[in-house]
């Protein structure tokens, strides 16, 4: 809401339809929550299932067919709780470097058979050709 109270609305269904036909191989499931956003580009891959955020009758968010969102909530849970404890605050210009770093830290994790060295070395591949700069300042030395 604005000062004045009122609302404004974005639509944004393009721009999730560019993000998953440019990352998501057409040819497998999608698997997402019950939103609308993901009606209509769930038709151009070779399925589309869904996950009620509500309890069912075995006790577990699981779809029909046994498909679940967990992997995707729990990898935003870590995300949300660090910014929450560790990080404090992330201004929206950095925001995507954060994500690229949980991104690397759950890509690189042991439980993918990743070694402490493993991923050391994998995270210094990562800053080949990228010397930290300053921009000077406006300031006179005297």
Same mark, same amino acid.
């Given at each position: 809401?604005?000062?004045?109270?009122?609302?404004?609305?974005?639509?944004?269904?393009?721009?999730?339809?560019?993000?998953?036909?440019?990352?998501?191989?057409?040819?497998?499931?999608?698997?997402?929550?019950?939103?609308?956003? @993901?009606?209509?580009?769930?038709?151009?891959?070779?399925?589309?299932?869904?996950?009620?955020?509500?309890?069912?009758?075995?006790?577990? @968010?699981?779809?029909?067919?046994?498909?679940?969102?967990?992997?995707?909530?729990?990898?935003?849970?870590?995300?949300?709780?660090?910014?929450?404890?560790? @990080?404090?605050?992330?201004?929206?210009?950095?925001?995507?470097?954060?994500?690229?770093?949980?991104?690397?830290?759950?890509?690189?994790?042991?439980?993918?058979?990743?070694?402490?060295?493993?991923?050391?070395?994998?995270?210094?591949?990562?800053?080949?050709?990228?010397?930290?700069? @300053?921009?000077?300042?406006?300031?006179?030395?005297?």
């Amino acid at each position: 809401m604005d000062p004045k109270g009122r609302t404004q609305v974005f639509h944004v269904k393009p721009t999730v339809r560019k993000i998953l036909v440019t990352n998501a191989d057409r040819k497998s499931e999608l698997h997402t929550d019950e939103s609308g956003l @993901y009606v209509e580009v769930g038709k151009e891959f070779a399925a589309h299932k869904t996950v009620k955020h509500g309890w069912n009758q075995s006790g577990h @968010y699981v779809g029909k067919d046994g498909q679940t969102t967990n992997a995707v909530e729990n990898f935003f849970g870590n995300f949300k709780r660090s910014m929450k404890g560790t @990080y404090r605050f992330c201004g929206e210009q950095h925001l995507q470097r954060y994500l690229n770093e949980f991104a690397f830290r759950h890509n690189h994790r042991t439980k993918l058979g990743f070694t402490d060295g493993e991923r050391t070395a994998a995270a210094l591949k990562g800053i080949e050709g990228k010397r930290p700069t @300053y921009r000077p300042t406006n300031e006179q030395v005297v």
